[in-house]
């Protein structure tokens, strides 16, 4: 089975501090995925990576960056964390190219305090 | 704009019923249409996908259905049980490059 870990299920940080969510896929995945879901807006999509040291902004890429090292790993940075963003944040990967099924990681809760 | 609406946003209903929830698209051009399952606190888990040319696909007791003519698409839930209490979530795929849009989900509440 693929799996999707995310290195934190719960989080509490306080604000200004530097926050990394780290995601690591087992199936050799090309594509990775960060997305933060919020009540009543959905998911959406923070940044993306189609290979290694590749990275394209989402929709709301403001307040984050992106690491993408090795294939299997796609790191999401806060660099100084804000009350604002207080969400879930999901890490999701997928295979080849086009819009094949995406594998999504257990969510790791973020409060910034 | 892309956009998916679902409805309704949440619903309760007693085990053992069924139900039917709805998803409306206005994405194009249009690749597929897929619907997820996403548990309190889990990751969303793909259900079924359904591209242009199909109408209907089941995955057990789920049944997908895919009008693209009305750009419509519904997941009915056949004899509804506990662990059916979710999200259900409908992500439509462009036909170009590897872009999704997603619906708002329905909380689906299975009471005993």
């Known amino acids: 089975d693929v799996k999707v870990t995310q290195s934190s299920r719960y989080l509490v940080k306080r604000t200004g501090e530097k926050v990394f969510l780290e995601c690591v896929q087992d199936?050799?995945?090309?594509?990775m995925f960060w997305y933060r879901q919020d009540p009543g807006l959905g998911l959406r999509l923070i940044y993306f990576s189609y290979d290694v040291k590749m990275k394209e902004k989402g929709d709301i890429p403001e307040g984050y960056s992106v690491s993408r090292e090795k294939k299997e790993r796609f790191s999401l940075i806060l660099e100084s964390a804000s009350t604002n963003q207080t969400s879930m944040y999901l890490c999701?990967?997928?295979f080849g190219t086009g819009t094949g099924e995406l594998f999504f990681g257990e969510g790791s809760r973020l409060t910034v305090l | 704009k892309n956009q998916v609406e679902q409805s309704p946003q949440s619903l309760i209903i007693l085990e053992g019923k069924n139900c039917t929830l709805q998803c409306n698209y206005t994405v194009s051009p249009f690749s597929n249409l897929r619907w997820y399952k996403q548990d309190t606190g889990r990751g969303p888990v793909s259900l079924t996908i359904?591209?242009?040319?199909?109408n209907t696909k089941s995955n057990g007791r789920y049944t997908a259905t895919l009008d693209a003519d009305t750009k419509q698409s519904s997941l009915h839930i056949t004899a509804s049980q506990l662990s059916d209490s979710a999200s259900y979530i409908c992500v439509v795929s462009l036909n170009a490059g590897n872009m999704l849009t997603f619906g708002g989900g329905t909380r689906l509440m299975v009471k005993p």
């Open positions: 359904m591209t242009f040319s199909e």
């Open positions: 999701a990967s997928s």
């Open positions: 199936m050799d995945h090309e594509n």
